[in-house]
């Protein structure tokens, strides 16, 4: 069985967000970059999944400028077989990255999806619900848990009520939480093999897709600094400033 894993390179989560000058964007010159968390998750999950022998073949995807041969490269020190390097200088939008995924689903024979639930850059949490409605697949949403068994699929995922189990049929749709693993370190060896593996380049036209920004973004502020609050001697106090203060009647 293929899976495919998508992974996008983000800022990394470490790294304090500046807005840049013109104040279009998030300032990304000069800016250590890495994979997406929850990427790095699925990435984790595939693996494990091979290493049990339910997954042949792990197919990594990344869509963007061509820095994400890095990202890529990071999948593949962690066990990732090879890549497919879509190139795209603007901003990705969910509805693309989905049509972009299910031209090369289609093209690979691909039968499990495994992505991250959302990227920490803009939080979006759309691409696997569009992938899974464009393909027509069932999906298990924020999977802390995975089995398979054959072409059945248990998919354990966080609710506001506790926990929820689904049973889903191959080929589906999965996009990971923070709970379903921790993500291992790449070894020297395979840091070193990864750079020998393939990375095949694609374009929009390549794959029949012609696509345009429905998103714009007009400005980009930081948020307002905070003032500091201050001790109140009694109810009393609160009250007032509530009141003639906050205009709370």
């Known amino acids: 069985m293929k899976v495919l894993v998508a992974v996008k390179r983000v800022i990394d989560y470490n790294v304090k967000i500046r807005v840049n000058t013109e104040e279009t964007a998030v300032e990304t010159n000069n800016v250590k970059m890495s994979m997406n968390p929850f990427d790095e998750i699925a990435v984790e999950e595939a693996v494990r999944l091979k290493e049990c022998n339910k997954v042949e073949e792990i197919v990594v995807v990344s869509i963007g400028p061509k820095e994400v041969h890095e990202t890529m490269r990071t999948a593949f020190a962690m066990g990732a077989d090879r890549g497919i390097y879509v190139g795209y200088e603007g901003n990705t939008e969910p509805l693309m990255v989905a049509k972009i995924l299910k031209n090369i689903i289609d093209k690979e024979s691909i039968e499990l999806v495994i992505m991250g639930k959302q990227a ?130």
């Not at 069932?138 to 059945?152: L, R, T, V």
């Open 120 to 249: 920490i850059d803009d939080d979006s949490n759309q691409t696997g619900q569009m992938l899974a409605g464009i393909m027509q697949w069932p999906q298990g949403a924020f999977a802390s848990k995975i089995e398979i068994n054959g072409k059945d699929l248990s998919v354990t995922r966080e609710i506001d009520g506790g926990l929820e189990t689904l049973n889903l049929k191959l080929p589906c749709i999965i996009t990971t939480d923070l709970r379903l693993n921790e993500p291992r370190y790449a070894s020297l060896p395979n840091i070193m093999k990864a750079k020998r593996k393939e990375i095949v380049e694609l374009s929009l036209s390549d794959l029949g897709i012609e696509y345009h920004n429905r998103l714009e973004v007009l400005k980009v502020a930081e948020p307002k600094i905070r003032s500091e609050g201050k001790k109140l001697e009694d109810v009393d106090e609160l009250v007032r400033i509530l009141k003639d203060e906050v205009g709370v009647t």
